[in-house]
């Protein structure tokens, strides 16, 4: 069958269907006379099989080991079951303690009084620990925020707009060991914060799709990526410059230093999510 019959039969869109069988998933097989895609009554089923796991969150990676068999489904749904019960404890001692702070009456900051509500603080704060080591993370996240690429972006348009006027008729865009291998117009200078923006709204999307379905901490490290793109086109810009004035001269100098900076961070910031994740802070 089609796959428009595949969307009637499903309930489901062409794009969900599609991203199963390109994670592999599903794998229909091809008609021989125009070479289109043959959904098989087992594919139907496996699709619908596959859109309600995704409903329990269930990750892509678990089902894919369920289907190839790696893992017995029992098992991830025994696996998701503590991951969900763990989160309704933990909403409902938080629903707990703001209906006892709203028997309390209308308590204003100042009249807070949290020795009141919590009996033991140091078993309080301790069971609470994810919390705490969230707030020690956001600051990590911040390098892949909307932000930091708008700051970037800003940064390469700047320098671009402030030192075209003083550029040569053309700059150089490719170096072999300290020397200009190609140069191009000097309004090239303006290329920088256009792949800023291409990165963001073209590759982005990309390498976050490809990420999040791949990596457990697929969201994180596609922010990263896309920003640390920016960086290095910012920082090309800076080169370009400071070359024509003999300034610098080995762009790769600069390139090492800003990936050996940047997978710090990304490591640094994966090291804390696991924590935050890992049983020990549960």
Same mark, same amino acid.
């Given at each position: 069958?089609?796959?428009?019959?595949?969307?009637?039969?499903?309930?489901?869109?062409?794009?969900?269907?599609?991203?199963?069988?390109?994670?592999?998933?599903?794998?229909?097989?091809?008609?021989?006379?125009?070479?289109?895609?043959?959904?098989?009554?087992?594919?139907?089923?496996?699709?619908?099989?596959?859109?309600?796991?995704?409903?329990?969150?269930?990750?892509?990676?678990?089902?894919?080991?369920?289907?190839?068999?790696?893992?017995?489904?029992?098992?991830?749904?025994?696996?998701?079951?503590?991951?969900?019960?763990?989160?309704?404890?933990?909403?409902?001692?938080?629903?707990t303690m703001c209906e006892r702070m709203l028997e309390s009456g209308n308590i204003s900051f100042d009249e807070l009084q949290v020795e009141k509500y919590v009996a033991d603080l140091d078993t309080y704060w301790s069971?609470?620990?994810?919390?705490?080591?969230?707030?020690?993370v956001s600051f990590l996240y911040i390098w892949g925020s909307l932000i930091t690429w708008a700051i970037i972006t800003s940064f390469c348009l700047i320098i671009g707009i402030l030192s075209y006027a003083k550029l040569?008729?053309?700059?150089?865009?490719?170096?072999?060991?300290?020397?200009?291998?190609?140069?191009?117009?000097?309004?090239? /200078?303006?290329? &920088?914060?256009?792949?800023?923006? %291409?990165?963001?709204? $073209?590759?982005?999307? +990309?390498?976050?799709?490809? =990420?999040?379905?791949?990596?457990?901490?697929?969201?994180? /490290?596609?922010? &990263?990526?896309?920003?640390?793109? %920016?960086?290095?086109? $910012?920082?090309?810009? +800076?080169?370009?410059?400071? =070359?024509?004035?003999?300034?610098?001269?080995?762009?790769?100098?600069?390139?090492?230093?800003?990936?050996?900076?940047?997978?710090?961070? $990304?490591?640094?910031?994966?090291?804390?999510?696991?924590?935050?994740?890992?049983?020990?802070?549960?």
């Open positions: 069958m089609t796959i428009k019959e595949v969307e009637e039969r499903t309930g489901l869109t062409r794009s969900n269907i599609r991203f199963y069988e390109k994670e592999k998933l599903i794998e229909p097989s091809r008609n021989d006379k125009n070479g289109y895609r043959d959904y098989s009554e087992k594919d139907v089923e496996n699709i619908k099989k596959i859109a309600y796991l995704r409903t329990l969150e269930i990750s892509i990676e678990d089902i894919r080991n369920v289907i190839s068999d790696n893992v017995p489904l029992t098992e991830i749904i025994r696996k998701q079951t503590t991951a969900i019960q763990t989160q309704i404890e933990g909403l409902s001692q938080a629903k069971n609470n620990k994810p919390v705490f080591k969230l707030d020690s040569p008729p053309e700059i150089p865009v490719q170096w072999d060991n300290g020397i200009a291998a190609s140069v191009a117009d000097k309004k090239f /200078i303006f290329a &920088y914060p256009l792949a800023c923006i %291409c990165i963001r709204f $073209l590759l982005r999307p +990309v390498i976050y799709v490809k =990420f999040l379905i791949h990596y457990i901490y697929g969201e994180l /490290i596609a922010e &990263y990526l896309s920003n640390y793109l %920016c960086f290095i086109a $910012l920082s090309v810009e +800076v080169f370009s410059i400071m =070359f024509v004035y003999g300034l610098m001269k080995n762009v790769t100098a600069v390139l090492l230093v800003d990936t050996a900076a940047l997978i710090g961070i $990304l490591i640094a910031g994966i090291t804390k999510v696991s924590l935050i994740q890992s049983p020990a802070f549960k």
